[in-house]
């Protein structure tokens, strides 16, 4: 089955930790996202990429990192930089002016 | 700035009524798609539901309908026939037509559906 998977379900990290959040698709989209989500509020962007080897900062950037080297892939990075890591993120998918595909997420917190 | 508003918090309908959630939308773009975006409690987001701004008929999906007044910059969704499994988060989206594709996002209605 076409999707997006996102591993793992669950995450902790340690304070000063870099920890990295996979997201793969299978749907052949070239556009990925990462969105995060704190509790009661809606979704904030993160990163996007469009082509493979291009991404640029979406609107809470700092504190995260992204690589696209392949189509289907999209990890993101949470580096010490970042100050209040935890929360639920979200990765998503789209090709061209189509609805967004999300992954089940995974939820990170610092321990 | 580009912004979606969702003023309910939280809302209780009877189960096999219907209810209608509100969302208003500020944009100077003339070309733009909303969306309407599903997350039970287990966390993904499941897609509802489009209109795009050029649309003149309001998009249905089954059970789900939009209510779209452009000069209001509004984008109600109306669900009819409430069941227990509507019970969840549902998040308003827009959709720029820059290059980006991404989504802006409101906050939130919680559902809760009565038995």
């Known amino acids: 089955d076409g999707g997006i998977t996102q591993s793992p379900k669950y995450l902790f990290r340690k304070e000063g930790q870099n920890v990295t959040l996979s997201c793969e698709q299978n749907l052949n989209h070239d556009a990925m996202y990462w969105y995060r989500q704190d509790p009661g509020q809606g979704l904030r962007l993160i990163y996007y990429s469009q082509i493979v080897n291009d991404f640029q900062k979406g609107d809470i950037a700092e504190g995260y990192s992204v690589s696209r080297e392949k189509k289907e892939s999209f990890p993101l990075t949470v580096t010490s930089a970042q100050k209040n890591p935890t929360a639920f993120y979200l990765c998503?998918?789209?090709?061209?002016?189509?609805?967004?595909?999300f992954g089940q997420g995974t939820r990170l917190t610092v321990v | 700035a580009q912004k979606i508003t969702q003023t309910q918090p939280g809302m209780f309908v009877q189960e096999k009524e219907a209810v209608t959630l509100d969302c208003t939308y500020d944009?100077?773009?003339?070309?733009?798609?909303l969306f309407w975006y599903k997350q039970p409690s287990s966390g993904e987001m499941i897609f509802l539901i489009y209109q795009g701004s050029y649309d003149e008929q309001n998009a249905t999906e089954g059970r789900y309908s939009l209510n779209f007044q452009k000069a209001r910059k509004s984008a109600n969704l109306v669900i009819s026939a409430s069941q227990l499994g509507d019970s969840a988060m549902y998040f308003c989206a827009m959709r720029p037509m820059d290059s980006s594709y991404k989504l802006i996002f409101g906050s939130g209605t919680r559902l809760l559906v009565r038995p």
């Open positions: 944009t100077s773009d003339q070309s733009y798609g």
């Open positions: 998503a998918s789209n090709s061209g002016n189509t609805e967004a595909f």
